[in-house]
């Protein structure tokens, strides 16, 4: 036995894999796992409540939809749900786009177009709500 660090052979891992923390893929996936749980305790908290503002814009117009996004709280619920609905999906599918895209150039393009494609999103739907809730 050496004095290596995670040097094990029954481990087959490579001590510098160990001290960085890297699993198969290269990257930290412990933290994606534990992004996408919170994610979805997030906005499963926040279903309810979103049904129900939607439930509540229903034949509204844009000033009554206004009117009702302009409540502080409303406008937060909706966009807590924004960032946790598009930050999960992200996580998401970067982990599908790892697990089955093999090439490495189209993974890096899957993986860049998933990230701005998630933030694209996300902004858009901020935007939709800001401006539906400043009456604008």
Do not use: C
């Not at 090439?103 to 935007?127: P, R, T």
């Amino acid at each position: 036995m050496s004095n290596v660090p995670f040097s094990d052979p029954s481990t087959k891992r490579t001590a510098l894999k160990g001290v960085r923390g890297l699993g198969a893929s290269g990257t930290n996936a412990t933290s994606d796992f534990w992004w996408q749980r919170i994610t979805a305790i997030g906005m499963l908290l926040l279903t309810v409540p979103v049904i129900i503002i939607v439930m509540m814009l229903l034949g509204r117009n844009q000033a009554g939809a206004g009117q009702i996004l302009g409540t502080p709280v409303i406008a937060l619920i909706m966009l807590l749900f924004v960032v946790a609905s598009s930050w999960h999906m992200k996580i998401g599918m970067q982990v599908v786009i790892e697990d089955y895209i093999h090439g490495e150039k189209i993974k890096l393009v899957a993986i860049i177009a998933n990230n701005f494609f998630s933030l694209a999103v996300a902004l858009a739907s901020a935007y939709a709500i800001f401006k539906l809730s400043s009456g604008v």
